[in-house]
C-alpha cells in the first residue's frame, strides 16, 4: 500500500468518526478536536484577554452590550429546545464584554465569550444594531466554527505533508509543494470561512428575530459598514463574503427569520 492509498484512507477514517451535527442545519460537521478539549482553553484565553485590555462597566453601552446578549442567549436557548437539543448548551459560559478599542469588531470564542469592541458602537447605532452584530457572533459559537475551522486546519496540515512526502524526490517538489498551499487556501480555507460567515448571518437573523429584533436591521447595518471605506480583497480572495452579498442575503432571509420568531409567539420587532 503506498502513501496515497494510506492518505486516503486516514482521510476517510477521519470523516467517518470525528463528526458532530449543526442543530441548526442538521448537517454533519467536521470535529476533530472535541469541545472538552477547546471550551477550556478558550475560557483561558478569554480571562487573560479581559485582564490584558481595558473592560467597560457600568455605562449604557456597556449595559446594552450585557442586555442584548442574555436576549439572544435566550432566544438560542428557546430554539434549541425546541429542536430537540435542550441541554446543547450545558458547557457554555456565556460572558458579554465591551472593550475599549477603535477597532471595528466583535467576536465570540467557543462557548459563549463575546467581545464587543467600543470602535463597532456607532455602527451598531442602536439596540437592534447590538442584536444584529450579536446574533451572528453568537452563531459562531453555536454552530462550533471555531470547532470545524481547527479541524479543517488540521485536515490542511495532513494533505501538506501527503503532497510533500509524495514530491520529496522531485526536483520541481517546491512549486508543488507552494502550489498547494496557495490551492488550498484559496479553493478550500476561504471558501470554508465564507460558508460559515454566510452561515452564523442566517442563524443570526433568527435568533434576533426569536429575540424581539428586527432581521432587516442586519441590511441597514453591513450598508454602514459598506461606507466605512477602505479597500477589500476580492471575496473569492477574503475570508468574509462581500458586504453587497451580505446585504442580498439578508433581504432574502429576513421574512423567514421573523416566520420562524412567530413560532415563538414573537410577532413585533424592535428596528
Same mark, same amino acid.
Given at each position: 500500500?503506498?502513501?496515497?492509498?494510506?492518505?486516503?484512507?486516514?482521510?476517510?477514517?477521519?470523516?467517518?468518526? !470525528?463528526?458532530?451535527?449543526?442543530?441548526?442545519?442538521?448537517? %454533519?460537521?467536521?470535529?476533530?478536536?472535541?469541545?472538552?478539549?477547546?471550551?477550556?482553553?478558550?475560557?483561558?484565553?478569554? $480571562?487573560?484577554? =479581559?485582564?490584558?485590555?481595558? @473592560?467597560?462597566?457600568?455605562?449604557?453601552?456597556? #449595559?446594552?452590550?450585557?442586555? /442584548?446578549?442574555?436576549?439572544?442567549?435566550?432566544?438560542?436557548?428557546?430554539?434549541?429546545?425546541?429542536?430537540?437539543?435542550?441541554? +446543547?448548551?450545558?458547557?457554555?459560559?456565556?460572558? +458579554? #464584554?465591551?472593550?475599549?478599542?477603535?477597532?471595528?469588531?466583535?467576536?465570540?470564542?467557543?462557548?459563549?465569550?463575546? @467581545?464587543?469592541?467600543?470602535?463597532?458602537?456607532?455602527?451598531?447605532?442602536?439596540? *437592534?444594531?447590538?442584536?444584529?452584530?450579536?446574533? &451572528?457572533?453568537? *452563531?459562531?459559537?453555536?454552530?462550533? &466554527?471555531?470547532?470545524?475551522?481547527?479541524?479543517?486546519?488540521? =485536515?490542511?496540515?495532513?494533505? !501538506?505533508?501527503?503532497? !510533500? /512526502?509524495?514530491?520529496? %524526490?522531485?526536483?520541481?517538489?517546491?512549486?508543488?509543494?507552494? *502550489?498547494?498551499?496557495?490551492? %488550498?487556501?484559496?479553493?478550500?480555507?476561504?471558501?470554508?470561512?465564507?460558508? &460559515?460567515?454566510?452561515?452564523?448571518?442566517?442563524?443570526?437573523?433568527?435568533?434576533?428575530?426569536?429575540?424581539? +429584533? $428586527?432581521?432587516? @436591521?442586519?441590511?441597514?447595518?453591513?450598508?454602514?459598514?459598506?461606507?466605512?471605506?477602505?479597500?477589500?480583497?476580492?471575496?473569492?480572495?477574503?475570508?468574509?463574503?462581500?458586504?453587497?452579498?451580505?446585504?442580498?442575503?439578508?433581504?432574502?432571509? !429576513?421574512?423567514?427569520?421573523?416566520?420562524?420568531?412567530?413560532? +415563538?409567539?414573537?410577532?413585533?420587532?424592535? #428596528?
Amino acid at each position: 500500500m503506498n502513501y496515497k492509498q494510506i492518505l486516503s484512507i486516514a482521510i476517510v477514517a477521519i470523516f467517518m468518526v !470525528a463528526c458532530a451535527t449543526n442543530p441548526f442545519t442538521g448537517k %454533519s460537521t467536521l470535529a476533530l478536536v472535541p469541545n472538552s478539549q477547546i471550551l477550556p482553553m478558550a475560557f483561558q484565553q478569554y $480571562d487573560q484577554f =479581559l485582564t490584558e485590555n481595558k @473592560v467597560i462597566n457600568g455605562t449604557p453601552q456597556a #449595559n446594552m452590550v450585557k442586555n /442584548v446578549g442574555q436576549k439572544i442567549s435566550s432566544a438560542a436557548e428557546r430554539y434549541l429546545t425546541a429542536n430537540g437539543y435542550a441541554g +446543547y448548551l450545558t458547557d457554555y459560559r456565556w460572558e +458579554y #464584554n465591551l472593550v475599549e478599542d477603535p477597532a471595528i469588531n466583535a467576536w465570540c470564542m467557543p462557548g459563549g465569550k463575546i @467581545v464587543f469592541y467600543t470602535g463597532i458602537m456607532p455602527i451598531a447605532q442602536n439596540e *437592534a444594531g447590538v442584536a444584529a452584530i450579536m446574533g &451572528h457572533e453568537v *452563531a459562531h459559537a453555536l454552530a462550533n &466554527h471555531g470547532q470545524q475551522r481547527m479541524s479543517a486546519g488540521q =485536515l490542511q496540515q495532513l494533505a !501538506a505533508v501527503g503532497v !510533500a /512526502v509524495g514530491t520529496a %524526490s522531485s526536483e520541481n517538489a517546491a512549486i508543488y509543494n507552494q *502550489a498547494f498551499g496557495v490551492g %488550498s487556501n484559496v479553493l478550500g480555507m476561504l471558501p470554508f470561512s465564507r460558508s &460559515h460567515e454566510t452561515e452564523a448571518d442566517r442563524i443570526g437573523l433568527t435568533l434576533m428575530a426569536i429575540a424581539g +429584533y $428586527d432581521p432587516l @436591521v442586519g441590511a441597514r447595518l453591513w450598508e454602514r459598514m459598506s461606507q466605512q471605506g477602505g479597500g477589500a480583497p476580492p471575496e473569492f480572495l477574503s475570508t468574509h463574503p462581500a458586504n453587497q452579498t451580505r446585504i442580498n442575503n439578508i433581504m432574502q432571509w !429576513a421574512p423567514e427569520a421573523r416566520a420562524e420568531a412567530r413560532k +415563538y409567539g414573537v410577532t413585533t420587532f424592535k #428596528n
